[in-house]
């Protein structure tokens, strides 16, 4: 098997974005003028094996043509990169002159009656033309760049290759929101959804016995508890823990996505627990599944949800093989919590806006200002939560009485965040709509549960579980994405039940 | 893993046929009348969770739709199959209303100007439109029916079922030619083309260590040259053979096409060779590698080519591990020589035709008029070669003087099949086309080389070395699929080039 590309560094790709001008629309132009014309050069050998790649018909040749591009690409600068996108989604677009000619001799056929197509045999003739245009159209819908990403799913190296391509694209994308662009990542997204079904996934139980050179790159990818060092990875992977990845075929030793498991006495709710409960419990005294962590290795697989997938893979595996283990929940982080409460305190500075609202009740701002010390600044109960939160070295955290204070506020808001706060009908959190979509529940908010600085930044440390009750997964899930009903339990909906009982009987305080 | 489904034996599948009456276009009129009744009512269950499992939106219960719904489609009648199978092609097609809508808005947006399109940004804008309704059109120029395909696809033994069911669509179009049925099948083949792409296959090195339950397999689906017993099956998983085969991660422990490899010093020019000679050669000793038989095991992925796929692996792997072999051949069988030059023979009956053409030499018919017995009935040297041909007890084979005569003629007119004998610029012969198609070349023709009964009869005993020279292979693909040509050695032209010779001098002859 071949294994001649090598992935872009991050290092190296900001030096290269530094070296470049941004792109214009002008870039043959500016290429030109470039000092460094044999870059330019590069360039043009890389649009040459691309062009190759696409339109060249005898194998044999065209497997070296699909190396040349790869190897090409990878040496091309982020700016390069980007110019050589939008040649490929502008110049091998789908022709749609053909388009339109197919459609416009779709549109002169006349449509069979219903009646004709229920009387079976001679209804039957007339709409074989319907199928044979439709079948054309089919065709000619697809980008002349379909050939190139088919072609290059069948080389070896290839699937990895696109998933780079796809990065790239997205970064791009984030930058400038081109049409034809949009259109060429949509249309490679859809590819990768088929070529990463399931059913093309092997599903591997990551031991200590595993090569390291697969072990390396879990400590590389996981990306919601950092992995410290040789001995934390070993734990990992030790008695009352599993983790458990998916693995394409055309990229061996590389999961594309895995997750970590803790068999636990009870739903774990600390991180602090989790990663260093020693020794860890039995095995057989086990009965709570908890997924700690789950990371996805390629960034060019964003939007392609195969964690869903690997979730529920692992809960069957899990039922089968420890009929124990009855409770499956996670211990997630709250990525979005700080900075949406951040700004909603921000705009709190210009309280004449219709839209300001008072987020803490007044015993809490009471508790609050009698436990802020002098070196605190602000007036009212929000303005001292907001420096507090915002400050960088997170003093609160260590202080008991600031603690104390911020935990009502900081909890209740939290649930609020996590059960109310939408964007487009789905939760604001991204973790949250994750696991919501994948049909699970919010369990419980835990405080001081990730007390890293990381922890501390994004949720104020608290966590969440989140629970998969197997016999409500897909009711839940279902119901999330026709309605984007969140559900919860009892728990947690209490302190906004609170909250808005309270609210309520002020309303009606003032109705009064 | 779920393995609830079995598959429907041929006998089964006869009685069922002969129960039912032929489909008609009433057929709910006829099942009512119908006095098994319990019969419709299953009949209208499965048809039912059909439905469900292309409607239904949770997964949970969507697993059990889908099991329902396979487990009671092998339940039924061949005929029922295909009244369902006509419901499917027909009641879950595409929304030609939706389609046709959305091409009205498709021609009234105005084409940029290339120019535009050039021009990056400011053409940008007016393309989003195209894309857009590029992609609606896309979705809804998929029919309903895609939805089961593809639940089916990521589904526990739903792969293994698609297969069947297109074997069923297949036997369905043989006896009626039905428009929409055959765009269910084109449908049904391109979604299974995509699923069982090389990227998705394992190359399996199968040998005598294998689980029977897997060369079981092997042994229920050679098709070339059946395995009589387990000895013989030893033999060719042994030294000086080897067994390719290509696995689907769905369908495990079962492969979909395997091919066997014979190691030797020379082409060999006989089956009898292949299959037994006694001992095998040290395989240090081997410089050719002679694919004698492939056979695929589903008959669902009719016309889809995985052996051109498979026999480009071999042929890396056995080149990187027996760097001693630089000759890959084949040993093939000729299935339609026979039934070609015995529909030439009898169409000389109506000698006045204007089609009718002496295949024979004035010298072959001489040979062939003074080696006939008494007990071969005949005039001319075709109508007793034609005689010959047809006997089912081939009992000129056993003739030494009748073997020599029809040797000459026979060998010529089988380079001639080979060679020149196309259907739709294609060659005749099936087996040929499938190793032209993959870039052999016709190495050599073989006189005795299968005894047995069925090479009689399909080929009068000849066989033919297809030669895949390594660095040949995609030119002789490609010329032969853009111009129809087949390449050939010398060796072979040579029996046509001399007949042509003497045509050439014939005409000379009544020319002067």
Redesign the interface.
């Known amino acids: 098997m071949r294994t001649r590309m090598r992935p872009l560094s991050p290092a190296t790709s900001r030096i290269n974005q530094m070296q470049f001008p941004p792109l214009d629309?002008?870039n043959n132009v500016s290429l030109a003028q470039d000092a460094s014309t044999s870059l330019h050069r590069d360039f043009e050998k890389v649009h040459e094996s691309m062009h190759a790649a696409i339109s060249m018909?005898?194998?044999?040749?065209l497997d070296a043509a699909l190396d040349d591009f790869s190897e090409g690409y990878f040496g091309l600068s982020i700016e390069n990169r980007r110019i050589l996108l939008?040649k490929l989604a502008?110049e091998y677009d789908?022709s749609?002159?053909q388009?339109?000619e197919l459609?416009?001799q779709?549109?002169a056929l006349e449509?069979p009656s219903d009646n004709a197509?229920e009387?079976?045999?001679e209804g039957?003739?007339s709409?074989?033309a319907?199928?044979r245009i439709?079948?054309n159209?089919?065709q000619s819908?697809k980008p002349m760049y379909e050939i190139l990403f088919e072609r290059l799913?069948?080389h070896p190296g290839g699937?990895r290759f696109l998933s780079t391509m796809r990065a790239d694209i997205l970064s791009f994308l984030a930058e400038e929101n081109?049409?034809?662009v949009?259109?060429l990542d949509?249309y490679l997204k859809e590819k990768l959804i088929?070529?990463l079904?399931?059913?093309?996934l092997?599903l591997l139980n990551i031991t200590w016995d595993d090569p390291a050179s697969l072990l390396e790159k879990i400590v590389a990818y996981e990306a919601v508890h950092p992995i410290s060092n040789l001995l934390d990875l070993k734990r990992r992977l030790g008695v009352g823990r599993r983790c458990f990845g998916y693995l394409h075929?055309?990229i061996p030793g590389e999961p594309l996505i895995f997750i970590e498991v803790a068999l636990m006495k009870n739903v774990a709710q600390t991180i602090q627990e989790v990663l260093w409960d020693d020794p860890p419990i039995g095995e057989h005294e086990a009965t709570t599944a908890l997924f700690y962590s789950i990371s996805s290795t390629q960034p060019g697989l964003s939007g392609i949800n195969l964690g869903k997938f690997l979730i529920k893979r692992v809960i069957d595996v899990v039922r089968r093989d420890m009929p124990g283990i009855s409770t499956f929940a996670t211990l997630s982080p709250i990525p979005g919590y700080m900075q949406w409460l951040l700004s909603k305190l921000g705009s709190i500075e210009r309280s004449d806006s219709p839209f300001s609202e008072n987020l803490m009740k007044p015993e809490e701002e009471t508790s609050l200002l009698d436990a802020a010390e002098e070196s605190t600044t602000g007036k009212t109960g929000m303005e001292i939560m907001r420096n507090l939160l915002s400050s960088p070295s997170h003093q609160w955290a260590n202080s008991e009485k600031l603690s104390v204070a911020l935990k009502t506020p900081l909890m209740r808001l939290c649930a609020r965040y996590l059960l109310h706060e939408k964007k487009r009908g789905k939760a604001l959190d991204s973790v949250g709509n994750f696991h919501l979509q994948n049909g699970a529940m919010i369990g419980r908010i835990n405080w001081m549960a990730d007390r890293s600085e990381k922890g501390l930044k994004q949720s104020a440390g608290i966590m969440v579980n989140y629970i998969y009750k197997v016999e409500h997964?897909?009711?839940n899930?279902?119901s999330y994405?026709?309605k984007g009903r969140i559900q919860a339990s009892e728990e947690v909906k209490i302190y906004v039940d609170e909250a808005q009982a309270s609210l309520q009987e002020e309303t009606k305080g003032l109705e009064d």
Chains 1, 2 share one sequence.
């Open positions: 629309s002008n018909n005898k194998t044999e040749i939008l502008r789908l749609r002159n388009v339109r459609m416009k779709y549109l449509l197509e009387n079976a045999h039957e003739g709409f074989s319907f199928y439709e079948r159209l089919r819908l799913n069948t699937l081109i049409a034809s949009r259109a949509s088929t070529w079904s399931p059913a093309n092997q075929p055309a997964i897909e009711e899930a279902q994405f026709s």
